[in-house]
């Protein structure tokens, strides 16, 4: 007897490029999703952070303004250096001040706020506050607030995270606070560089209306300032507080 071959079920062809295209589909998902990933992350310092949409980069841009700002762990000396350098150009700037510094230097925190110039939230202790419970965080940044409000009769709404280091504790906390949370546009990153000629073109390159520029009051930032200054205004920038700007 001849044997009868089975039939092959003409599905199966079908049924396997069917599988080729969820396979192609599933692998460009996953491009797409690495693409993606990889957009939303920053460098600082070598390390890889997380970009969130509720911490602040960069103000508004509708005009043509930009805003210094200053974290405060150190320099008093030079704190009053920087305000009478603000005063001679009629520039505003935004101080975010730590805690434990304010307690030790409350005349100079008076001096910036009857200078009329900003004041925002740097931590109490300058701790990582990515690595802080929500309640952690919301320790950290009411202690201080509320230290620099007492003082200066001056309400807070900004934080500026030390380090620029957050995680989802920290902007729950702010949530919780009624706080904004700023990082920056542009890092001079005096803290560690001497050179003023490299620290006003950190500040000063590729200029643009929304700028936030962080620095610190350290000896070669008192150098580097007018010059920064001077290159914004030239350029027809008005320099307003963080608060102004965003």
């Known amino acids: 007897m001849k044997k009868v071959l089975p039939r092959r079920n003409a599905s199966k062809p079908i049924g396997k490029k069917r599988a080729e295209i969820l396979s192609s589909l599933a692998i460009l998902l996953t491009i797409l999703t690495l693409t993606f990933v990889t957009g939303m992350t920053y460098r ?6 997380r970009v969130s949409s509720f911490a602040i980069y960069k103000g508004e841009t ?8 200053f974290n405060v762990y150190e320099g008093a000396e030079n704190v009053e250096k920087i305000l009478e350098i603000l005063r001679n150009y009629s520039a505003k700037a935004t101080f975010f001040i730590g805690g434990i510094w304010a307690e030790k230097n409350s005349q100079t925190l008076l001096s910036i706020t009857r200078a009329g110039q900003e004041l925002g939230c740097h931590g109490y202790l300058h701790k990582d506050h990515a690595k802080l419970s929500i309640e952690g965080n919301k320790e ?21 995270p030390p380090s620029g280091s957050f995680g989802e504790n920290t902007e729950a906390a702010c949530k919780a606070l009624g706080m904004k949370m700023i990082l920056w546009t542009k890092d001079t990153i005096d803290w560690r560089d001497s ?3 490299l620290l ?9 209306s929304g700028d936030l520029i962080l620095m610190h009051p350290k000896d070669q930032t008192v150098l580097a300032l007018p010059r920064i200054i001077e290159a914004y205004q030239k350029e027809g920038y008005e320099l307003v507080t963080v608060g102004d700007l965003v």
């Open 195 to 197: 050179d003023v000629d």
């Open 44 to 49: 600082y310092n070598g390390k890889t952070e």
């Open 140 to 160: 950290e940044i009411a202690i201080c607030s509320r230290y620099v409000e007492k003082v200066t009769g001056q309400p807070i709404t900004l934080f500026a």
């Open 200 to 208: 006003v073109k950190r500040a000063t390159k590729n200029m643009a």
């Open 62 to 69: 509708e005009k043509k303004e930009a805003a210094l700002m």
